[in-house]
C-alpha cells in the first residue's frame, strides 16, 4: 500500500484540485498500511497544508462513514490491481455524479480486515445533467447516502454507507481523526468454527483464561515504546505510541438466535438477553449446564466469544494483531502476566507471539470533533 493519496489509473486522472493539500505528494512510496495506523509526522504535514487551502466555493466536502467485510478486499487504500474499499466506492460515487472523485480514507485496513465504521472524505461538484456547466446547490447528505447505496449493492453488496456530513474544505477524514477504536473476536471451544464466522473471527480451541488476559492489558496501556508490537515494513519514524485502552470482555456468541430457555424466560421476566444467557448458562440440570442439557441433535454448540478492545489516536503497522496474540498466548498460558512485561521492555518484535490473523479485526469508530452543520 502506499500513501494517502490514491493511485488514480491514468484514463481516469484528473487535475489536482484545489480542495486537496498539495503537499500530500512528498509521502509517496512510503508504506503508512496497516490497522489504520497513522503517523504523527504525517498528520502534522497535512494540517499545514490544509491551512495553506484556496477553499472552492463551487465544490461540497462530505464525511462519509462506511462499513464493509473485508475478506473479498485487497486492502482499503486504492492500489494498481486487486478490488479495494476505496476503489468501489469510487465507483460509486462515479456512477452517481457522473464524474471521477478520489476518496480519502481516515484509516487503512489491511486485506481482510472489517470496518463497522471507517470513514473518507470527497470533495463533489453538483452540476446540472441538462445544461452542462451550470452549478447546482449541494446535494443534502441522505440524498448522498441513498444514491451511494444503490450502486453499491449492485456491486456485491459488502460495503454500506452508513452515514453522510457536509463538512468545511479543509476538514480531512485523517488529520482530524482523534481516536480509533478497533475489535477484535477470538472464538474459544473444541467446536469447529461455523460457517457463518468463516474469516471473521480467530478460532482458538483451547480454553482462555480471560482474567490473566485483562491483567496483561494493564500492562500493555499507557505511552510505550512498542516497538516489540511493530512489523518489520513499518515505516513510522518513532515506535511510541498512546494505548488508551486495552481490554478483554466476554459477549454472547453470535451469530446470536435466543435458545428455548432464553424463549420461555422472556415471557416473564424483564431481565435483559445477555443477563438471561449468563444464568442459562450457570444453572444446571442433573450437573450438566441447561444449554448442554437442551443441546438436542443438530443444534451448533456455541463458541466462547472473547473481544479485545484497542483505542488510541493512531497505532504502529500491525499493532492491534500483534497486541492480540500476545493476549491470546497469555489466555491459553503459553506466556504470563511477566512474560508481557519482558516483551515490552524487549522492543523487538522477535520475542512476540505469533500476529493474529485479519479476519477477526474490525475498525470500529474514529471519533471526531465534529463542526457544526453547515
Known amino acids: 500500500m502506499t500513501d494517502e493519496q490514491p493511485q488514480i489509473i491514468p ?16 509521502f509517496d512510496g512510503v508504506d503508512f498500511s496497516g490497522d489504520g495506523e497513522e503517523e504523527e509526522e504525517e498528520e502534522e504535514a497535512g494540517e499545514f497544508a490544509e491551512k495553506s487551502m484556496v477553499p472552492n466555493p ?7 462513514a462506511i462499513e464493509y467485510l473485508g475478506t473479498r478486499f485487497s486492502g482499503a487504500q486504492q492500489q494498481p490491481t486487486g478490488r479495494t474499499v476505496v476503489g468501489v466506492l469510487e465507483d460509486a460515487f462515479q456512477k452517481f455524479i457522473g464524474q471521477p472523485v478520489s476518496i480519502f480514507c481516515s484509516s487503512r485496513t489491511d486485506a481482510g480486515v472489517h470496518a463497522l465504521s471507517n470513514v473518507c472524505h470527497v470533495d463533489i461538484e453538483r452540476t446540472s445533467k441538462r445544461k ?7 446535494h443534502e447528505p441522505s440524498v448522498v447516502k441513498s444514491a451511494v447505496n444503490h450502486f453499491l449493492q449492485k456491486n456485491e453488496g459488502d460495503m454500506m454507507v452508513i ?3 457536509c463538512v468545511p474544505a479543509d476538514f480531512h477524514s485523517r488529520y482530524k481523526a482523534q481516536e480509533r477504536t478497533y475489535f477484535y473476536r477470538l472464538l474459544s471451544g473444541m467446536e469447529p468454527l461455523s460457517t457463518f464466522e468463516k474469516n471473521r473471527a480467530w478460532h482458538v480451541p483451547e480454553e482462555l483464561d480471560i482474567l490473566s488476559m485483562q491483567k496483561a492489558c494493564q500492562v500493555l496501556i499507557g505511552r510505550h515504546d512498542f516497538s516489540s508490537f511493530r512489523a518489520s ?4 519514524k518513532s515506535p511510541i505510541k498512546t494505548l488508551d485502552e486495552l481490554s478483554v470482555t466476554e459477549v454472547a456468541s453470535g451469530t446470536y438466535f435466543p435458545s428455548p430457555a432464553e424463549r420461555k424466560q422472556s415471557n416473564y421476566t424483564t431481565e435483559g438477553l445477555v443477563s438471561i444467557s449468563n444464568k442459562s448458562e450457570t444453572d444446571s440440570v442433573n450437573g450438566n449446564s441447561v444449554g448442554e442439557a437442551i443441546q438436542g441433535f443438530g443444534i451448533r454448540k456455541r463458541h466462547r466469544c472473547i473481544v479485545v478492545t484497542a483505542r488510541g489516536r493512531s497505532f504502529l503497522y500491525h499493532q492491534v494483531r500483534l497486541l492480540v496474540g500476545v493476549l491470546k498466548s497469555v489466555g491459553t498460558g503459553d506466556l504470563t502476566v511477566s512474560d508481557v512485561e519482558r516483551i515490552l521492555k524487549a522492543k523487538d518484535i522477535r520475542t ?6 485479519a479476519g477477526g479485526l474490525y475498525l470500529g469508530q474514529v471519533k471526531y470533533d465534529l463542526p457544526s452543520d453547515i
Open 58 to 64: 463551487r465544490i461540497q466536502r462530505y464525511l462519509v
Open 132 to 138: 452542462p456547466g451550470e452549478v447546482l446547490p449541494p
Open 11 to 26: 484514463h481516469l486522472q484528473r487535475p489536482e484540485s484545489p480542495q486537496r493539500p498539495s503537499k500530500l505528494a512528498k
Open 233 to 236: 515494513a513499518c515505516q513510522a
Open 352 to 357: 512476540a507471539s505469533p500476529m493474529a490473523p
Open 163 to 165: 452515514d453522510v456530513k
